[in-house]
């Protein structure tokens, strides 16, 4: 899927319909170009290119943006798009969810 390849750096474009997933480590990063975003990140379709830019909360699985959370990690409750240890006060959660 990869436009441009790189030994040092990966995947620099990718082709028109898939999106761009840079992996950092440490001071490194390596491009990989994929159909669809992975969990904790969520996809920017660019004119240039696509991207997959991560969630701003850790503990937001699956996020429609960077700050709207729309399924949280265990452990969480989501609430208007935020993840919380506990519900919110006045709220509770729905039978069989997280929400």
Do not use: W
Not at 5 to 26: A, K, M, Q, T, Y
Not at 38 to 59: A, D, H, I, Q
Not at 83 to 98: L, S
Request: aromatic fraction near 8%; proline fraction near 7%.
């Amino acid at each position: 899927g990869c436009v441009l390849c790189s030994e040092d750096n990966g995947c620099v474009p990718c082709h028109h319909r898939l999106f761009l997933l840079i992996r950092r480590d440490g001071i490194r990063q390596h491009g990989v170009c994929v159909h669809t975003c992975p969990p904790g990140y969520f996809g920017v379709r660019g004119l240039e290119v696509n991207r997959c830019t991560k969630c701003r909360s850790p503990s937001c699985e699956s996020c429609f943006s960077r700050d709207f959370c729309m399924k949280c990690k265990e452990k969480f409750y989501l609430h208007k798009g935020q993840c919380f240890r506990q519900c919110p006060p006045g709220t509770a959660a729905r039978p069989g969810t997280r929400e």
